[in-house]
DNA sequence: GCCGTTTTCGGCCCGACTGTTTTCAGTCG
């Protein structure tokens, strides 16, 4: 049998929900599978793992009941009782339900009343809106079918296709608008909400909150920013289309209540959906207006989020951890780890310049001297250029020696002649070849400080194939000393490998060498969730912009936002040590 | 169906919006 994979799992989790939908189970019943499919989609390890060790009951959302259906899927490939609701429901059903505005229950009516077919339930559908047939149905109406028609619009452009931009993407627009916003006046306070908030890989919408007293000025004044469509105005904000195809919603709020809605709207929804249940278990329900006492029915307005969490007994919690991950009960037991600033960054380890190693990947734009004077601002004590090995394609082994020794001394001299201040680390971004061994002859590893070695090719090898290559690449030269964007991803092009990453991660910890988390917007891997994993048995970090020139060098505060996800503390990133301590790490 | 600092039974997040309603159901975030 083919192995199903997480999302596959999730998929087939939601699809009995909504088949209890519609056949009007107890809902808290159809709950539990969401909340289920929702925590097998995010987990970091393969469900079949869990079943392989007999730890289903540990993946949460998961009790009894589902992991006995799951454990029947992993033994026998199906599950009986699903396939029995599965023959309740026609198919074409759940093709609807891609279509927005589109629940379980409507699409069920739709499919059933309206006779659709099955392969071509999409184009009968259609046909209906426009004959006409849909609006005399009971809860439907003329408005209804116009909608569909619409929808159905949105759903055959491939519009509802997850279209997300990077965080850096998003950060910048929102810094732009919200510039644009302040200079309308009345302004109080104005943040970002939602992901961008929580500083997430990849953002859908930016959402913008302002504090005001004059709601309707700063509304007025935000829809004259330049964009292609006004999509929505009213007394709680309003969303723009603007003309790079990105919606901006901006919602205005009273100082007074200001804090409710920053909490409210900065989510994530889990985060906020625990949080409730923790206030309702002490008499308080959550809103975005404020804290209503149970009891007396009295809604208490917060101004700050600080004050809204204390309300709930817990300390502030920042938003890059409001995932869900153990955050309230590690704020309830004073455990909230102690998160690094970008200001705690001492140096930048991966960076390539123009210097021509004759490697087969590219080089960077700019000269040493240009990252050394860069770095000092920064307020860097210390650099790594790690520039991609010599290829090994165009020269012998003695030959990469020969090349790697003139480097070294170059780097060295410039290194002497900089009056920035600034240490530099002469190291070398090292290809991990598919067999695992490294794409530097062992000769001239004598001719650098350390080295990072990285994932370039054969990123779709299977499960064991490119653990073991990792772990070979480790176990090479105790010059290792870097796993440079250990998964190899690139958002929204790329998938990275598949890797066995609790082994990676122990492997890690045993040589001591760091993972390192790519400040690159494309890159931004580690992934926070295998950071939150791998900081929790223990491994440390190293993070690095991967800078190509010099203005990439100011990104690095996106790779401290990913390890910030993962609840990294600065303690677990080597390059916070100042530089006698890193010196001693990086060449022990 | 899940789960435990009120609970192994009896709860289960919350509100906005929409359309069709005359008090609510479905969908969404």
Known sequence: MKQLTNIELAHLLRKVAAAYQILNENRFKIIAYDRAADSIEHLTSEVKDYWDDGKLGEIPGVGQGIASYLDELFRSGKVAHF???????PA???????????????????????????KTVIADLEKAAKAGKIAPMEGFGEKSEADILVNLDTYKRGAIKENRMALSTADGIATEV???????????????LGSLRRQVSTIGDIDLAVATTKPEQVTEHFVTYPHQKLVEKGPGGATLLLHNGRQVDMRVQHPKKYGAMLQYFTGSKNHNIKLREHGLARGLSLNEHGIKNVKTGKLTPYSTEEAFYKAVGLPWIPPELREDRGEIEAALNKKLPNLPDVSDIKGDLHMHTSYDLQSSHDVGRNVLSEHLDRAAELGYEYIGISDHNPSLAKHSATEIATIMKKRFAFYKSEEKKSKSGVHVFVMCEVDIMPDGKLALPKEAFEHVDAVVVSLHSSFTQDKKTVTDRILTAFAANPKVRIFGHPTGRLLGSREGVNADWPEVFAAAKKYDIALEINSSPQRLDLPDILV????????????????????????????????????????????????????KWLTK
């Open 83 to 89: 396939d029995d609701l599965m023959k309740r429901i």
């Open 92 to 118: 074409r059903v759940f093709t609807l339900l891609l279509v927005p505005g589109l629940g379980p229950k409507k699409a069920y009516r739709l499919v059933t009343e309206l006779k659709l077919g099955e």
């Open 178 to 192: 919200m510039a644009f916003v302040k200079k309308g006046g009345a302004v109080e306070q104005i943040d970002r």
């Open 532 to 583: 939150y994993d791998a900081v929790h048995v223990g491994v440390r970090f190293t993070i690095d912009t991967d800078s190509h020139g010099l203005e990439s060098m100011d990104l690095m505060r996106y790779g401290v936002s990913v390890a910030r996800r993962g609840w990294v503390q600065k303690g677990d990133i080597m390059n916070a040590l100042g530089y006698t301590e890193f010196k």
